[in-house]
């Protein structure tokens, strides 16, 4: 499964084009959007530079989208409503609840490293257009719902506790993702690479604080990397614990 939206929208395009010329070229002008969005920004980025991804005249442009503002909203609205809530083929419940978290996070940090452009403009946008911060509010809080009914699946509990916790630790995943990836913070990276710890070592790491927040009961399954057991052992060698398999 791709972690990459760009590709995900060539990967469409290309297996199941529309069958209507005029759809054929709003979905091209879609994908240079987002291609542009990547590697300029929304504030620098022209119409210009979507019409020469495309290969289109700028007047085609304007046949389907109003303006640059327009064409960032359906392509940022698409990535949060539809690629973002694409998910790992689920397991029949094998997974232990740190193997899904696990999971999660990974996938999540490898998301945000291949479309860190996008990430960028998600932000920059949503200071510009409340109604669009408002719908990534509202897709953080689907997210944070199926996190806490996952819980009260587990553990038996109301979710109210549940839900403010995973507020918490999901904010607290937003500015990691923020400072290691969208912007990256210099200190955070010589810190990592001090500690041997790549983007999946990040995210096993955070999963570990996941688990003793949600489900403190249990132990993380399986073998951890070299960073993150060390990581563990800081964290509460006592309380957590690690099992092999």
């Given at each position: 499964?791709?972690?990459?939206?760009?590709?995900y929208?060539?990967?469409?395009?290309?297996?199941?084009?529309?069958?209507?010329?005029?759809?054929?070229?709003?979905?091209?002008?879609?994908?240079?959007?987002a291609?542009?969005?990547?590697?300029?920004?929304y504030?620098?980025m022209?119409?210009?530079?979507?019409?020469?991804?495309?290969?289109?005249?700028?007047?085609?442009?304007?046949?389907?989208?109003?303006?640059?503002?327009?064409v960032?909203?359906?392509?940022?609205?698409?990535?949060?409503?539809?690629?973002?809530?694409?998910e790992?083929?689920?397991?029949?419940?094998?997974?232990?609840?740190?193997?899904s978290?696990?999971?999660?996070?990974?996938?999540?940090?490898a998301?945000?490293?291949?479309?860190?452009?996008l990430?960028?403009?998600?932000?920059?946008?949503?200071?510009e257009?409340?109604?669009?911060?408002r719908?990534?509010?509202?897709?953080?809080?689907?997210?944070?719902?199926?996190?806490?009914?996952?819980v009260?699946?587990?553990r038996g509990?109301?979710?109210?506790?549940?839900?403010?916790?995973?507020?918490?630790?999901?904010g607290?995943?937003?500015?990691?993702?923020?400072?290691?990836?969208?912007?990256?913070?210099?200190?955070?990276?010589?810190?990592?690479?001090?500690?041997?710890?790549?983007?999946?070592?990040v995210?096993?790491?955070?999963?570990?604080?996941?688990?003793?927040?949600?489900?403190?009961?249990q132990?993380?399954?399986?073998?951890?990397?070299?960073?993150?057991?060390?990581?563990?052992?800081?964290?509460?060698?006592?309380?957590?614990g690690?099992?092999?398999?």
């Amino acid at each position: 499964m791709t972690v990459s939206y760009i590709e995900y929208l060539e990967s469409a395009y290309r297996d199941d084009p529309p069958k209507q010329k005029g759809q054929r070229t709003r979905e091209r002008i879609k994908i240079a959007t987002a291609k542009a969005l990547e590697r300029k920004g929304y504030h620098a980025m022209r119409v210009t530079d979507v019409t020469e991804i495309a290969e289109i005249a700028e007047g085609s442009f304007y046949i389907y989208f109003k303006d640059k503002t327009e064409v960032t909203l359906t392509v940022l609205t698409d990535l949060l409503n539809n690629f973002f809530k694409l998910e790992a083929p689920r397991d029949g419940g094998s997974r232990s609840a740190f193997q899904s978290i696990q999971l999660a996070n990974r996938r999540w940090i490898a998301v945000c490293r291949a479309n860190a452009g996008l990430m960028r403009c998600i932000l920059q946008v949503g200071d510009e257009a409340p109604e669009f911060s408002r719908l990534s509010q509202a897709a953080n809080s689907t997210w944070y719902r199926r996190i806490a009914e996952g819980v009260r699946r587990r553990r038996g509990e109301e979710t109210g506790n549940a839900m403010l916790a995973a507020y918490f630790l999901g904010g607290m995943m937003d500015e990691l993702v923020r400072r290691l990836v969208i912007y990256p913070d210099p200190e955070l990276h010589e810190l990592l690479t001090g500690l041997g710890m790549d983007d999946d070592a990040v995210a096993d790491a955070v999963s570990l604080i996941w688990l003793r927040v949600l489900h403190p009961d249990q132990a993380p399954r399986g073998a951890l990397p070299e960073a993150v057991t060390r990581f563990a052992d800081w964290l509460a060698p006592a309380a957590i614990g690690r099992n092999p398999s």
